[in-house]
Each structure stands twice: as structure tokens, then as C-alpha cells.
């Protein structure tokens, strides 16, 4: 059975609480326009897990930028969700780092553009086209994936919550490597709600068993 992880995103404000949920990923953004801004002087607490990885986000920076703040957080994936682009993409994968290369996803989505990442990148993560760059709480119509024909497995993001999760049996799972969760699950930006997360850690081990139940 194809065991699908999950991500959450934006953390800030109670890493340690939702660190002990034990998710597979947690992100951070470095991206100072966002509301989840992670701050100057960030300090990383100590994730003791070595099952979660930690990934920072990115949106159009320069390589440079990337490279240190992977250093220095030592992170283990670096999510990109801006414009960058497949050149881009090839020259931090060449500074052995692991990419995350976010696409905003509408009804007009070309999924032909994603072959020029393909060798360049780790996973795709698939959001929702707003006028933000994610965090929006809005979910795209994800029937739209059918389109998606690559072998790549990617991370699902884009208003994903507990009311909506059921909805995803429409969806081939097994290209699914993750859920990324983020603002359906906060208090405000930044302050995830536990209770939630834990509802939401109890559906993902139902995907794992094989189902996706209410």
C-alpha cells in the first residue's frame, strides 16, 4: 500500500507542538512578503526526529540566498514557488540540494512545461493559482490532475482540509506523495491548531490503510 506523507507548512509561532505530531515535513518560509514570514532572526529549535524533514520556501530568490539559508537551518529540501526557472533549478540541484519545485495550478494549467523539471527537481508541489504565492486557503479543482501523466510524485497543496479531504477519491493516490497543509490549519498565520492536526494525522494513516473515510 502506497503510504502517503504529509506535510505543514508555515510554521512559526508552536513548532515543537506540532513537531511532536510527528509529520513527515515541515516548512518554513523564508519569503519576507508572506504572513507566515518565518522573521530575521529565525531560530531553528531542535527537530530530534531524524524521520521529519525540514523544508524552507523560497520565491524567486537568488541561489546564493538559498544555498546559505539551506546551510544554516540545515534544511533538507528547498521548496521553490516563484518563477524560478528549469536552469535555475539545475544549478542549486548541482550544489546537492534536494528541490521541491511548486506550479500554480488553474484550468488552463499546461502539464507539458513540467517535463523541462523533471531531471532537475525531487518532487512537484501543486497549488492553487492565486494572486499570492500559496497560504491562500483555497483549494483548485483537482479532477484537473488527471492531466498529470508524468512518473514524478508530487505533494498536493492548495486549501486542503478536513472538510475537503474525502474529496480526493477521485484522485490517482498513488502519484500523491504528500499533503502539504497550511492555512486551513491555523489559529492565525504562523499558530497551527493542534486539535486539527491531529484529526488530520488520523485521516492520513486512513489513506494508509486504504481508505479515505470522514
Not at 506535510?7 to 519576507?32: A, T
Not at 497543496?157 to 502519484?175: A, C, I, P, Q, W
Request: hydrophobic fraction near 40%.
Amino acid at each position: 500500500m502506497h503510504q502517503i506523507k504529509w506535510k505543514v507548512c508555515g510554521l512559526r509561532d508552536n513548532i515543537v507542538e506540532v513537531v511532536s505530531l510527528q509529520p513527515d515535513f515541515i516548512g518554513f518560509i523564508f519569503y519576507k512578503k508572506s504572513s507566515r514570514f518565518v522573521g530575521e532572526n529565525f531560530k531553528m529549535p531542535v527537530i530530534e526526529s531524524p524521520d521529519i524533514d525540514k523544508v524552507g520556501v523560497f520565491v524567486n530568490e537568488s541561489i546564493d540566498f538559498v544555498y546559505n539559508t539551506k546551510i544554516k537551518y540545515q534544511l533538507d529540501y528547498v521548496q521553490l514557488h516563484g518563477n524560478e526557472s528549469p536552469e535555475y533549478c539545475e544549478k542549486i540541484m548541482k550544489k546537492d540540494v534536494k528541490i521541491i519545485k511548486a506550479f500554480h495550478v488553474d484550468e488552463s494549467f499546461d502539464f507539458n512545461q513540467l517535463k523541462a523539471y523533471d531531471s532537475v527537481t525531487d518532487f512537484f508541489l501543486f497549488d492553487t493559482k492565486t494572486a499570492q504565492y500559496g497560504g491562500s486557503g483555497v483549494s483548485f479543482d483537482w479532477r484537473i490532475l488527471e492531466n498529470y501523466s508524468m512518473e514524478k510524485k508530487y505533494f498536493l497543496s492548495g486549501g486542503l482540509g478536513l472538510e475537503n479531504l474525502d474529496d480526493l477519491t477521485d484522485v490517482d493516490l498513488s502519484k500523491i506523495h504528500a499533503f502539504d497543509v497550511n492555512s486551513k490549519f491555523e489559529i492565525s498565520p504562523g499558530l497551527k491548531n493542534i486539535a486539527m492536526l491531529e484529526k488530520l494525522k488520523e485521516k492520513i494513516m486512513e489513506t494508509r490503510s486504504g481508505k479515505l473515510t470522514a
